[in-house]
């Protein structure tokens, strides 16, 4: 510990004001109600002067216990709640249901619904990559306007999820078996024109952002996470990429139709913020390479699997695990069936709550100010891990 | 990657004493899984994590299932010869038998490194009331450490040897445990008592007399 400035080394002595306290440890309580938090989310910290010493991250604000809701209706009764997890991302909360239901049923998709939902899912990377890069910035003091030129991006996107499913965010539109409503021809013009803005909106937002230098004194070296650590941890998503590790569960499992796209999993070098950043920015971009294939290739045909009973559906006794690649990493859904119409065990695996746990890690050392752009490149959101 | 079959024998033959049985899900997913006794959960997840064809390096998904106990009616028909010689008398004997309730944890495993899976393990604890405990995995894999905690909190499984064992969603007071299948909530449980309740009692006790309507 470095001596502190008030108490000199020799000479005269000058009595500080409370010198009874030089060394102690001072316990903050950060939160819930701190808009660093990205919702009702507490870190108790104990700091020694500014550096970071303990850290106990404390959940449950936003419990309601999802998964006893989910036990308790029919399983078609439990796909809008599957919206209110990651409330950024129901695109995708939505697929991950639907496939675990699809397993547990064994039910097949149409081919243009496999298509719709990779153009949906990687819609929904876009804005939630799009999101977390505009608060990791309001986070690290670049108040207002980076974030509002995300958002205003976003909001382009959730004005087509919004004229598709009908609602902005809580879009309720995977079935298992297919998906609710077909898109128009219109509709996918308007996907492909917004398609063909993006990366010149990434540029844009690169070039005012990638290369600054408050943004790379804030976040380079901050909160490193190594590439063992993180798997034994049961990091994923893209935090587990800036960790070097490459593993995307559209790439390993293959599911729906991806195993037909040709795109890269860009994997990070350090660990850091900064690459939790970059590795968003990359993914965006790659994301962009995948509309653009499913765009041109997109059959017509129907959208849902005619044998798929969604009233009054009750799968064979069995159980099934379905996970996809969300974009915060593996969100995962583990159902048991009795051969009744409601699970016998409704289980949200979620890829913020799991990351969570290096929390601690990254932080020790670390300023209390860091924290706050630690946990804003963790990317969490409330609503899933609280559930 | 072996199948569920093949990796349970490679296990036997590897850890001889350790008990480890194939547990078939019936469903279209056929996800099966190995069911393994507390006494050698930690000695074959570690197995599991370490063999160099295995290497399930990566727990993605922790979670806890209730069974409770379990009347299961066993109808046998027990056919008695007529002595005056008519058709054998048929008649049902049920019997009851009581299939005592346990909690089950499930751990499902995959390979970061080889990029296969999921394995499944389940392990189950004695009973549902105290001690229902098993092994704690979290020294095996990190990744169990939050959802262990979720666990314990939510269905009162205990795990031992784990670093931190506390509840994580529901408030340190909480007595129960939600996500039993046996739980029931109360009434009114953000109840609590407030130094103006005596106040309230005296105001109501008033009004009655002044023959108001009770507030």
């Not at chain 2, 850890?15 to 899984?33: I, K, T």
Request: hydrophobic fraction near 40%; proline fraction near 7%.
């Amino acid at each position: 510990m470095t001596p502190s400035p008030l108490l000199p080394s020799g000479g005269a002595t000058v009595r500080a004001v409370n010198d009874e306290f030089h060394g102690d440890l001072l316990e903050v309580s950060m939160g819930p109600h701190h808009p660093s938090t990205h919702g009702v989310f507490r870190m108790v910290v104990t700091l020694d002067g500014e550096r970071i010493t303990k850290l106990k991250p404390v959940l449950g604000y936003l419990h309601r216990n999802h998964e006893k809701i989910g036990e308790a209706t029919s399983y078609l009764a439990s796909m809008p709640y599957t919206d209110r997890l990651d409330y950024l991302n129901a695109m995708t909360n939505n697929w991950a249901y639907a496939l675990a239901v699809e397993r547990l049923g064994g039910l097949a998709v149409p081919e243009r619904a496999e298509y719709l939902r990779v153009i949906l899912a990687e819609l929904s990377r876009l804005q939630n990559h799009v999101c977390l890069a505009g608060f990791l910035l309001q986070d690290t003091g670049a108040s207002g306007t980076p974030l509002m030129y995300a958002f205003r991006e976003r909001e382009k996107i959730l004005d087509l999820f919004e004229s598709l499913s009908g609602s902005r965010m809580m879009c309720n539109f995977q079935r298992f078996g297919g998906c609710r409503t077909d898109a128009s021809p219109a509709w996918l013009a308007q996907v492909s024109s917004l398609v063909g803005g993006f990366g010149r909106f990434l540029d844009e937002f690169e070039e005012l952002i990638t290369g600054n230098e408050i943004l790379m004194a804030r976040t380079q070296g901050v909160g490193v996470l190594k590439g063992p650590a993180a798997v034994s941890a049961g990091i994923t998503g893209p935090m587990l990429r800036a960790a070097g590790v490459g593993y995307d569960i559209r790439k390993v499992d293959g599911y729906g139709l991806y195993p037909r796209f040709s795109f890269r999993v860009p994997i990070g070098a350090h660990g850091d913020t900064y690459d939790r950043y970059m590795i968003r920015i990359l993914e965006m971009r790659e994301s962009i390479g995948i509309l653009e294939q499913a765009l041109r290739d997109i059959p017509a045909g129907p959208i849902m699997d005619p044998k798929a009973k969604l009233r009054g559906f009750r799968p064979k006794p069995g159980e099934s695990y379905g996970r996809i690649e969300g974009p915060k990493g593996e969100i995962g859904f583990y159902l048991i069936s009795d051969g009744s119409a409601n699970p016998y065990r409704y289980r949200v695996r979620p890829p913020s709550f799991v990351n969570l746990t290096v929390l601690e890690d990254l932080c020790l050392g670390h300023t209390i100010a860091d924290s706050v752009v630690i946990l804003g490149s963790i990317d969490i959101v409330l609503g899933e891990v609280d559930r | 990657m072996e199948s569920t079959d093949q990796i349970c024998s490679r296990i036997l033959s590897r850890l001889p004493g350790a008990e480890v049985s194939v547990l078939q899900n019936p469903g279209p997913a056929a996800q099966h899984s190995l069911l393994v006794g507390r006494q050698s959960v930690v000695e074959v997840a570690t197995f599991l994590r370490d063999d160099p064809e295995l290497r399930l390096d990566y727990c993605s998904n922790v979670t806890g299932v209730d069974w409770p106990e379990k009347v299961i009616v066993e109808v046998a028909k027990v056919s008695t010869p007529d002595p005056a010689g008519g058709a054998p008398k048929v008649t049902e004997m049920k019997t009851e038998r009581v299939q005592p309730g346990y909690l089950e944890v499930v751990y499902h495993l995959y390979s970061v490194a080889l990029r296969h899976g999921p394995v499944i393990l389940r392990t189950r604890t004695a009973g549902r009331d105290a001690p229902a405990a098993v092994p704690s995995l979290t020294p095996v894999w990190r990744s169990a450490e939050f959802q262990e905690r979720e666990i314990f909190d939510l269905f009162g499984v205990v795990f031992e040897n784990h670093p931190d064992l506390r509840r994580i969603l529901m408030w340190d007071g909480f007595k129960d445990h939600p996500m039993r299948r046996d739980y029931v909530e109360p009434e009114d449980y953000e109840w609590e008592p407030t130094p103006h309740g005596d106040l309230v009692e005296k105001a109501k006790k008033a009004r009655a007399q002044a023959g108001g309507t009770p507030g």
